[in-house]
T-cell receptor, first 112, second 114 residues
Framework: DAGITQSPRHKVTETGTPVTLRCHQTENHRYMYWYRQDPGHGLRLIHYSYGVKDTDKGEVSDGYSVSRSKTEDFLLTLESATSSQTSVYFC???????????FGPGTRLTVL | AQKITQTQPGMFVQEKEAVTLDCTYDTSDPSYGLFWYKQPSSGEMIFLIYQGSYDQQNATEGRYSLNFQKARKSANLVISASQLGDSAMYFCAMREPKGNQFYFGTGTSLTVIP
């Protein structure tokens, strides 16, 4: 299995501040994804990447931007955090026999 | 329209009994994949089972089976002989070819009663 790490694992920030979450994978997988998980909404795709510098929007991309300058790193940025962006953020890659999603441990973000 | 619908927010099952978690999906693409994931209270997402849209047989993986009814666009998860460790959130998901995108349902919370 690919090693996926997310940093930070927990963050508390204030409204209006910029926040960057990092996802790091160790096995050169092409596809990487950012999701947010909220009660009653399941997981919703924010952005995904299909290669270095190749990214596309997901279902809930407003207020978020991403960058992928290296295969192993996929960054999610909240330019000006809002309380509605309080959530658990999961990074994922596609791997395995069925190209299933393999998830990182998640980042719990609280915006006060 | 929702791509994945899970209509059961919470389910209870007696230990050792079987339980079915419902999932319906919506896509016009003939090629897609269906997945189930488990999320225990610890928070990690665990892949359980996969069904391809062209697969003729229902997928099985140990105590998990996927009841795939293509005409009804349903992909229900059946857990046989429930165990206390099966208590968790369960998510149904669909992959479409465009961008290898995944769509997840809102989840079903399963509680196994001793």
């Amino acid at each position: 299995d690919a090693g996926i790490t997310q940093s930070p694992r927990h963050k508390v920030t204030e409204t209006g501040t910029p926040v960057t979450l990092r996802c790091h994978q160790t096995e050169n997988h092409r596809y990487m994804y950012w999701y947010r998980q909220d009660p009653g909404h399941g997981l919703r795709l924010i952005h995904y990447s299909y290669g270095v510098k190749d990214t596309d929007k997901g279902e809930v991309s407003d207020g978020y931007s991403v960058s992928r300058s290296k295969t192993e790193d996929f960054l999610l940025t909240l330019e000006s955090a809002t309380s509605s962006q309080t959530s658990v953020y999961f990074c994922a890659i596609s791997q395995g026999s069925y190209n299933e999603q393999f998830f990182g441990p998640g980042t719990r973000l609280t915006v006060l | 329209a929702q791509k994945i619908t899970q209509t059961q927010p919470g389910m209870f099952v007696q230990e050792k009994e079987a339980v079915t978690l419902d999932c319906t999906y919506d896509t016009s693409d003939p090629s897609y994949g269906l997945f189930w994931y488990k999320q225990p209270s610890s928070g990690e997402m665990i892949f359980l089972i996969y069904q391809g849209s062209y697969d003729q047989q229902n997928a099985t993986e140990g105590r998990y089976s996927l009841n795939f009814q293509k005409a009804r666009k349903s992909a229900n998860l059946v857990i046989s002989a429930s165990q206390l460790g099966d208590s968790a959130m369960y998510f149904c998901a669909m992959r479409e070819p465009k961008g290898n995108q995944f769509y997840f349902g809102t989840g079903t919370s399963l509680t196994v009663i001793p």
